[in-house]
Structures are given as C-alpha cells and as structure tokens.
C-alpha cells in the first residue's frame, strides 16, 4: 500500500520513495512504477493528476489502482524509462498544477456546500478538467440563485478560515453528517470548510480559504433533470475576467459606446441588420425580375438560366421555382462567379432533376442532391462553359 504523502501535507513538493516495482506496459509503451511513498495525487474524484519530475524524468501520468480484495490502494507513476526496485527516487511536484487544482476543487466544495445548504440538492458529476471545471447537480437553479450562492461562496474566501482534514474512526464517521455519504472500504478522509461544507475527499484543498482567491460561476445549463454549472477559482477567474475584458474593450472601440453599453449597440446594430437584409432582399428581388423579363420566350427556349453575384438561399429557390412554372425544362439559378464557383438550385415540373444531378456529377465533378422537383449544390466551372452545355442538351 503506497503512503499518501499529499494527504499529510498538501504542500509536499519534494519527497524520496523506494521503487517497489516497474512493469513495463504494452498498451501505453511506458513503465509503471510503484514507490513505497508518494506525493504525486493520481487522477482520482474528476480531478486531474499531479504533473512534475520522478529521478529526472517527467512523469507522463498517474494512476490509483485498488486491490478489489483487500482494498490496498497503490499509485502507478508512468515513466518512458524503467527505474530499477529497490533504488530510492526523487520526485519534484509541479506546485502551479497543484496550486490550480487545490483552488478549484476547494471553490467546488464551497458552492456544493450551499447548494446542498439552501436547496438540498446532490453534487452528482465533478470534472476539473485543464481549463474547465464543471458541477452537476440533481435539480434546477437558476442564474439567480446561484449569483447568491456564489456571493456567499466568496464571502467563505473572505473570511480566510483554516481548512481541516480529517480521517474519523468508524463510530465518529457514523455519527457525522456529511456529503457523499456512501458506503466507503477502508479510512475516509473528510475535508471541512466549517459552517460551508463538510464532505468524504481524497484530493488535496488549500489550507485556508482566502488562498481561493475568487470563485466566479461562468455559466449554467440544463443537464439531465438537474443543471451543469461552469466555475472557476482563482488564477483562472482572474485569467477569465481579463480575457473577457480585453474582449469587451475591442467590442467597445468598434461600437463606438462604453463598455457597460456594448449590449444595447449590439442590440440596435442587429436590428440594423435585419432592417438590411430585408431591403436587401426586396432589391434582389426585384433585380431577378427585371432579369426573368429578359429571357427568352419559352416558346424560344425549352430551358432558362439565370445568373447572379450574390443571392440568398430563399431567393435562388424562388427563382429556380419560377422558372420552372414558367419553360418546359429546367430552371437554372447560378450564383456565384467564374473564379469562385457557383451555388446552384435547378427546378424543374416536367424532368427528373436527379438526373440532371447525376449528369453534373458526371461532367463538371459537381456537388450535390436533392428531389426529383429541385436540386442543389456547388460547381465549379465557367458560366460560359455551363451555358454551352445546357443549351446542347
């Protein structure tokens, strides 16, 4: 059973251990080694593992395994080279990747805390991932709700009171009320930040709370009859918050408004788009009528094509549709330019379209599908070439 330096002492960044075994591992083509004592945390609770150096070289990760018999747990640190049993190993742990991890997962219990305080509500899903930290509880909050939990959350940080470890006997561990109360083999290790939370961890918090620095709950949603909540603590809140400034202050530049009111010039710029676009779409449609007026008769030509630079999707339908209430054959609608290539949508009432499909597929490489009735996709070829080719069909 290897000793679990990181739970005497979350602060450990140095430690010597026996190596016990190497086993060569086909699969990830690298060594697992077990030492006698560690203070590297394996990814355990949704929490990533610890990163940093063992007897020189970098530790690629690191894994709990638990005997199902005895419940012995031993820790697997994969190395790319082998390290010979029975030598002593010196292992260095990367105290920025811990420092991160200890304050989002200290921040988690503190928001748990309370939403099991003031609602009840279980946290059932934890992931503390390298940039995101998510919650899942079992019932619906919303953003006001937490707005106050986290104002409280921070209020705990504030406060700055020592964080306490524990590993209660049997009769102690029964008689107390705490989170994740399920049957557990072996020692339980309980983690409470006092009046907020009380709970069975086994990953390494901060020693007081103001070393959080910031909880800030970035985003909730529904998931699974409960919500997903987003948070981050600490160095990631700040990093947060500056790219989201950064972000607002380039918004406010182009704006022309202050930065607490790019919303509302957001608001009115999108009204002014859709006031556009309308006008836009009126022009266009006027231009493919005054261009219809000048095709041929159908009692000259059996089928029309049109031409266009820019045309959105429901005026190129509507066109292609006009057309073929109007020739024998098919409707071309083509919009786009001889460099780029062409968006088409051909209709026709008479023909099968899916023909024709398979014909430009044939000899322009096209692309597309449709119905027997339309058809759309991309060419790419000369209108000229095109043109050519529908009239000697």
Same mark, same amino acid.
């Given at each position: 059973?290897?000793?679990?330096?990181?739970?005497?002492?979350?602060?450990?960044?140095?430690?010597?251990?026996?190596?016990?075994?190497?086993?060569?591992?086909?699969?990830?083509?690298?060594?697992?080694?077990?030492?006698?004592?560690?203070?590297?945390?394996?990814?355990?609770?949704? $929490?990533?593992?610890?990163?940093?150096?063992?007897?020189?070289?970098?530790?690629?990760?690191?894994?709990?395994?638990?005997?199902?018999?005895?419940?012995?747990?031993?820790?697997?640190?994969?190395?790319?080279?082998?390290?010979?049993?029975?030598?002593?190993?010196?292992?260095?742990?990367?105290?920025?990747?811990?420092?991160?991890?200890? $304050?989002?997962?200290?921040?988690?219990?503190?928001?748990?805390?309370?939403?099991?305080?003031?609602?009840?509500?279980?946290?059932?899903?934890?992931?503390?991932?390298?940039?995101?930290?998510?919650?899942?509880?079992?019932?619906?909050?919303?953003?006001?709700?937490?707005?106050?939990?986290?104002?409280?959350?921070?209020?705990?940080?504030?406060?700055?009171?020592?964080?306490?470890?524990?590993?209660?006997?049997?009769?102690?561990?029964?008689?107390?009320?705490?989170?994740?109360?399920?049957?557990?083999?072996?020692?339980?290790?309980?983690?409470?930040?006092?009046?907020?939370?009380?709970?069975?961890?086994?990953?390494?918090?901060?020693?007081?709370?103001?070393?959080?620095?910031?909880?800030?709950?970035?985003?909730?949603?529904?998931?699974?009859?409960?919500?997903?909540?987003?948070?981050?603590?600490?160095?990631?809140?700040?990093?947060?918050?500056?790219?989201?400034?950064?972000?607002?202050?380039?918004?406010?530049?182009?704006?022309?408004?202050?930065?607490?009111?790019?919303?509302?010039?957001?608001?009115?710029?999108? $009204?002014?788009?859709?006031?556009?676009?309308? $006008?836009?779409?009126?022009?266009?449609?006027?231009?493919?009528?005054?261009?219809?007026?000048?095709?041929?008769?159908?009692?000259?030509?059996?089928?029309?094509?049109?031409?266009?630079?820019?045309?959105?999707?429901?005026?190129?339908?509507?066109?292609?549709?006009?057309?073929?209430?109007?020739?024998?054959?098919?409707?071309?609608?083509?919009?786009?330019?001889?460099?780029?290539?062409?968006?088409?949508?051909?209709?026709?009432?008479?023909?099968?379209?899916?023909?024709?499909?398979?014909?430009?597929?044939?000899?322009?490489?096209?692309?597309?599908?449709?119905?027997?009735?339309?058809?759309?996709?991309?060419?790419?070829?000369?209108?000229?070439?095109?043109?050519?080719?529908?009239?000697?069909?």
């Amino acid at each position: 059973m290897t000793r679990k330096l990181y739970d005497e002492d979350a602060r450990l960044l140095h430690f010597s251990g026996t190596v016990l075994s190497c086993e060569y591992e086909e699969k990830k083509h690298c060594y697992a080694v077990i030492l006698d004592q560690t203070a590297f945390f394996p990814e355990e609770g949704g $929490q990533m593992p610890d990163h940093g150096m063992l007897a020189g070289q970098e530790v690629l990760d690191v894994r709990l395994k638990k005997d199902p018999e005895t419940f012995e747990e031993t820790i697997l640190h994969l190395l790319k080279q082998p390290l010979a049993p029975g030598t002593q190993a010196e292992g260095q742990i990367d105290w920025a990747h811990r420092f991160d991890q200890m $304050q989002q997962h200290s921040g988690e219990h503190i928001i748990s805390g309370l939403v099991n305080r003031y609602y009840q509500y279980h946290n059932v899903g934890f992931h503390l991932g390298a940039e995101e930290v998510t919650l899942d509880f079992d019932g619906t909050l919303s953003l006001e709700q937490l707005r106050a939990i986290e104002k409280e959350a921070n209020e705990a940080v504030k406060a700055n009171f020592p964080v306490q470890v524990s590993f209660p006997d049997a009769k102690t561990l029964a008689a107390l009320d705490y989170r994740s109360k399920i049957e557990l083999k072996g020692a339980v290790r309980i983690v409470e930040f006092p009046g907020y939370d009380i709970c069975a961890c086994c990953a390494p918090h901060v020693e007081r709370t103001g070393e959080i620095g910031l909880i800030k709950i970035t985003n909730v949603q529904s998931h699974r009859g409960g919500v997903r909540v987003n948070i981050l603590c600490g160095d990631r809140a700040i990093a947060d918050y500056t790219r989201k400034q950064d972000s607002i202050s380039s918004i406010s530049v182009q704006l022309s408004a202050k930065p607490d009111k790019t919303a509302e010039a957001v608001s009115r710029l999108r $009204q002014e788009n859709v006031r556009l676009k309308e $006008q836009i779409c009126t022009l266009q449609a006027a231009l493919m009528q005054e261009k219809l007026s000048a095709l041929p008769s159908p009692a000259d030509s059996r089928h029309a094509i049109l031409f266009a630079d820019e045309l959105d999707a429901i005026a190129a339908r509507n066109t292609a549709n006009q057309l073929a209430d109007t020739y024998e054959g098919f409707g071309f609608m083509l919009v786009g330019d001889d460099e780029k290539g062409y968006r088409y949508v051909i209709a026709s009432r008479h023909l099968d379209c899916r023909e024709l499909s398979a014909s430009l597929r044939k000899v322009f490489s096209a692309k597309g599908g449709g119905s027997g009735e339309m058809i759309q996709g991309t060419i790419q070829t000369t209108g000229k070439e095109l043109t050519a080719w529908i009239q000697n069909m």
